[in-house]
Structures are given as structure tokens and as C-alpha cells.
């Protein structure tokens, strides 16, 4: 990656065109920043602690450029158009900080953070938190530069000191007795100005012999380390071109996971209600402790599913039209017997050999099918979400799990509909999460074993629901179930009609009785509602294969995540919901 932007070379010709300064130029931070953005890089400093935690351990590690390269980084990411301090008002000292980040501010990754970061400073000093073991590793890839260019600093200095002891020599030799000039820097002639013979004026004389002899010795001394000092921007230069590129790499990998970060915590706020505006106006505390939750690999994973599920079922609600059914363009899998194939059809003549395999596949809902255009309205409905929480489902089941329960309140809230969570384990183990009145800021939960109801505000709720696991040994289906249908009872005795549809989610197998079974199944033609079921056929329990019992005679439709995580089309699940 070629160094396009500023390089050492350069902060040394600024330094020698002008040879009349006098000073170095002191600024030690490359991006710009005004007594405003001090303040704010100074309240979030005391105010995170993480925050002034990671600029020590950057300037424990890096003393001479570490603190000004740290609030490089903040001013870059917090300050909505970042700029550069002009290269020739910048310390040399600290001109590796001001290639680097010359050559950040135009990253796409660098860009993408600072969508989520500009004028936020919580979501800065975040950023900046999490990226300061990169600024460690890119301090250690470029040290031997940092401290090339210290070594310019200093020479530079005694530049200038030579500069100032040549000055004075000719401003002593330009006053002789009475006024009279005695010395011409570079004439070279030996005369008095005014022409005067040789001889004349020897009292002078041997002082101006001995001012030139000072001015020239001094001359000789700064050719030299000029031409030292063009030797160390070389090195410096030479050096960049091959640690640069790694250390920008580094930096790419750390902006990448900020980037993953960001995106969770905003996935997650989203969830909770809360947009950009709405998330600044939360204390900085508060927020603290938010992005303490999601610091686990864990969660992370469970938004940055959240966030494919969201992008799809997003873009399929816009797909999706209310016209009637209209035409055939493809295949599909289901039960709808209006739309099988008729080939399939024939299997159910009495005499049919293949009577039960189309039996079987009725019921599992895997029955070639005609797919219409056009057929799909948009769902509108309540969502009444039953997660499975027991033993089998720790891990990675379990984040799917987390990530359709959580993206189902997501989508609810956003098209204010109505939601109800009940997480489940074993026998007779469930705890109700009730979002019904979330636009009025409450949520209720409800544990089964304990009776015990309590109330949250939102974002507390939501918290609570994102991080209830039971973990129990085995899984009731009927309990949950049974729930979830007095829900609706409940709904229809009201206004005699039901509003929504029950996503249960799931692992696997779980027995239920017969009369159960059937009394569910007739509540269901009643109530007129759907169950969408959606296997977690992943993880190391999964038995993987197909649906079994009771499940495909639970639910209407059934989709696998092995289905999607495969091939990353989630739009079918979402589609319908």
C-alpha cells in the first residue's frame, strides 16, 4: 500500500524552506480539534472509565506518541468531517501518527464506523476502547519509525541551534565601529563596505577574519546534518513503505470488529426501541452498561443474526402484495391440497402403492406444490413467540433461538404489533414475557414455578428477555403451548376474534398426549390462528433429518435453520410471519 498522502521527506523540506525560522512547530495531535471537541474528549474520559483505562495502557505502552495517537483516534471517529493539521504545523516527533492516520481517513472501514460513531461520544470512546490492543499493535509495528523520527526531532533542534549561533555571528559582523558593516555574509571579497583599500581599517580587520572563519565552520557543521538529516527521512520513508501496509491492515481488522460491535449494540437498540437520537439521550452510564452486556461473544453473535434476519424480513415485506391468486411461477414444498401437484394427487387413489408415502408427506408439509404470485399479504397480526430454553439448546441453538425471538419483538414494535414471549425448559417450566404494553413503557413477566409478576420499564424488560435462559434437563411442549392458546382465548373472549399467530421454536422432540394433542388442534380451527414452527436443527445435540412428531402436527408450517444456514435464504421463514 503505497504511502500517497505525507511522508517524512516532506515534513523535512517544510522544515528547511523557510531557514529563518526560529522553532519547531509543537502540535502533537494530526487531527484538528477545537476547545469544544477537548471538552468532550475530556468528559467522556471522565466520565468511562474503560475509556481513560485504554489511553493509559496505550500511553503506558507508547509514552512519547501513545495519548495523542489515542485522542487521534477519538477526535477522528467522534468529529462528523475529521480534518488534518497542516503537516507543516505538526511536531516531527509525532509525523508517523499523522501518516497513519492520514492514510485511516480514507478507509472504508474507517468509514463504516464512523457512521455509527460521528457526533456520538459514548459510540466513540466505545469504538475507541476496542480498537486500543490494534493502536498497541500498530504502535510495536511501527516503532522503530516513531523513534527514527524522535531522532529527527532532536537533530532538527540542533539545526536550529545552529541557525540562531549563525545568525548572531552576522548580526555581529554587520555592526562594526561607528556603524560601519564590516563583514558581508558571502562575499568572500575580505572588504569593508565602501570600497575601501586593503590595509585600511586593520583594526577591524582581524574581526571580520574571525567572524567569517565562525560563519563558515558553522555552515560546513549544518550542510553536514542537513544531509543527516535527509539520510533519517529516507530511513524513515524506506522503513514505512514496507510497515506501513501492515500496520493499516491491523487497523482494518480493528475497525472491522468496532464495526461488528457497533452493529449489535445499534441491532439491539433497535430491538429495545431505541434509535440513534433516542439511544444519545440515555445516560452515559446506562449506556455503559448496555455495551457491557453485548461485550460477549455470545450475544454478538445472537444480533448479528438478528441483523440478516431483519434485512430479510424487511426486504420480503416490501416484496409481498395483497393481490388475489393469480399465477403459477414456481415450485414449492407444503400441504395446501388446493395447490399439489396432480401427479402427487393420484398417489391417494385407495389402490396407490405410494398412498402413505403422500400421507407422510402431508403431514410433514413436503408435498410438491404450486407456488402463486401474488398470494402473500402482508402479516399484521400479534406475535406470540414460544423459545425453547432447555438443556439441549446451550449454544449455538440456542443464539438462533435468541435471534428469531428477539427479531420477532423488533418486528412488532416497528409495525406496532402486538407481542408475547414465553420462554420454556422442562415440565411445567415457562416464564411469560408481555410486551402488549410496551407502547406505554411496561412490560410484564410472569414466572410459572413462583408465581412471581414483575413489571420493567422497556429497555429493562427487553434485557431480561435477552438474557433468560433455563437449561432445564429434557422439554415440555404442552405447557408452553397451552400458554400461549390461553393468550388468544383470552383475546377472543374479548373481541371475539383472534389477532395473531404463535412462532414456536424449537430443537426437537417432546412428548405430548393424544388428547392434548387433539384439544389443541381443535382450539386452533376455532381460534382460527397459525403455528409457524421453526426447527433448531443445529449444534452438536441436533438429530438433524427431517421434522418428526408431535411437531408436524402442531404446526401449519415448519422451517429448518439448517435451510438457511446454509444457504443464507431466510426470506421463506420470514416471509409469512
Known amino acids: 500500500m503505497a504511502i500517497e498522502r505525507y511522508r517524512a521527506k516532506d515534513f523535512l523540506s517544510d522544515f528547511l524552506d523557510n531557514p529563518r525560522k526560529t522553532e519547531l512547530k509543537e502540535e502533537l495531535f494530526s487531527i484538528e480539534n477545537d476547545q469544544y471537541d477537548k471538552a468532550y474528549h475530556d468528559k467522556i474520559a471522565n466520565e468511562m472509565r474503560e475509556f481513560e483505562s485504554a489511553r493509559q495502557e496505550l500511553v503506558d505502552f507508547a509514552p512519547d506518541t501513545g495519548y495523542e495517537a489515542f485522542g487521534d483516534l477519538f477526535y477522528s471517529l467522534f468529529k462528523a468531517v475529521p480534518e488534518q493539521v497542516d503537516s507543516k504545523d505538526m511536531a516531527t516527533s509525532h509525523m508517523i501518527n499523522h501518516i497513519l492516520f492520514g492514510e485511516v481517513l480514507k478507509l472504508v472501514d474507517w468509514e463504516n464506523l464512523h457512521q455509527y460513531s460521528m457526533a456520538d461520544i459514548v459510540a466513540a470512546g466505545l469504538a475507541a476502547v476496542s480498537m486500543e490492543p490494534k493502536l498497541e499493535e500498530i504502535m510495536d509495528r511501527l516503532d522503530v519509525e516513531r523513534d527514527k523520527a524522535k531522532e529527527l526531532q532532536e537533530m532538527m533542534k540542533e539545526y536550529l541551534e545552529m541557525l540562531l549561533e549563525l545568525q548572531q555571528i552576522i548580526e555581529d559582523g554587520e555592526d562594526g565601529e561607528d556603524g560601519v558593516t564590516v563583514l558581508i555574509p558571502g562575499s568572500g571579497d575580505g572588504k569593508e563596505d565602501g570600497g575601501k583599500e586593503d590595509g585600511e581599517g586593520e583594526g577591524n580587520g582581524g574581526k571580520s577574519s574571525d567572524l567569517q572563519d565562525q560563519k563558515n565552520k558553522i555552515e560546513e557543521q549544518m550542510k553536514r546534518l542537513e544531509d543527516e538529516m535527509k539520510g533519517v527521512a529516507e530511513e524513515i520513508d524506506d ?26 449494540l445499534e441491532s439491539a437498540c433497535n430491538t429495545w426501541g431505541l434509535d440513534a437520537n433516542g439511544l444519545k439521550k440515555i445516560s452515559i452510564e446506562r449506556r455503559l452498561e448496555i455495551a457491557a452486556m453485548l461485550d460477549n461473544d455470545y450475544l454478538k453473535r445472537v444480533f448479528e443474526l438478528m441483523g440478516r434476519f431483519e434485512r430479510a424480513y424487511f426486504a420480503e415485506q416490501k416484496r409481498k402484495t395483497s393481490f388475489a391468486r393469480e399465477e403459477v411461477y414456481d415450485l414449492e414444498l407444503g400441504r395446501d391440497i388446493k395447490r399439489v401437484l396432480p401427479s402427487y394427487l393420484a398417489r391417494l387413489h385407495k389402490d396407490s402403492p405410494l398412498r402413505l408415502d403422500f400421507l407422510n408427506k402431508f403431514i410433514k ?12 399479504k402482508v402479516a399484521k397480526g400479534g406475535i406470540i413467540s414460544c423459545e425453547d430454553g432447555s438443556g439441549s439448546m446451550i449454544g449455538e441453538p440456542e443464539q438462533w433461538a435468541k435471534a428469531i425471538s428477539l427479531t420477532g419483538l423488533r418486528i412488532a414494535k416497528a409495525q406496532k404489533r402486538e407481542f408475547y414471549a414465553i420462554h420454556f425448559g422442562g415440565t411445567g417450566e415457562i416464564k411469560e414475557f408481555d410486551f402488549r404494553k410496551s407502547n406505554e413503557g411496561i412490560v410484564t413477566t410472569k414466572e410459572s414455578r413462583t408465581g412471581h409478576t414483575e413489571k420493567f420499564n422497556y429497555l429493562d424488560g427487553v434485557i431480561d428477555f435477552a438474557e433468560t435462559s433455563f437449561h432445564a434437563s429434557g422439554t415440555d411442549f404442552v405447557t408452553p403451548l397451552s400458554a400461549a392458546l390461553d393468550v388468544l382465548r383470552e383475546q377472543y373472549d374479548r373481541f371475539k376474534a383472534v389477532d395473531g399467530d404463535i412462532v414456536f421454536i424449537t430443537d426437537g422432540y417432546a412428548g405430548v398426549s393424544n388428547q392434548w394433542l387433539k384439544e389443541f388442534t381443535d382450539e386452533k380451527q376455532r381460534l382460527g390462528f397459525t403455528v409457524f414452527g421453526i426447527l433448531i436443527d443445529v449444534g452438536s445435540w441436533s438429530a438433524g433429518g427431517e421434522p418428526q412428531e408431535p411437531l408436524t402436527s402442531i404446526c401449519d408450517h415448519i422451517y429448518q435453520i439448517s435451510d438457511f444456514a446454509s444457504s443464507g435464504d431466510i426470506k421463506s421463514m420470514f416471509g409469512q410471519i
Do not use: F, H, I
Not at 365 to 376: D, F, H, V
Open 365 to 376: 408439509g413436503r408435498l410438491p406444490q404450486y407456488k402463486m404470485r401474488g398470494t402473500e
Open 239 to 264: 522503513s514505512l513503505s514496507n510497515t506501513l501496509p501492515g500496520a493499516l491492515s491491523a487497523m482494518q481488522q480493528g475497525l472491522k470488529e468496532a464495526v461488528t460491535e457497533a452493529s449489535a
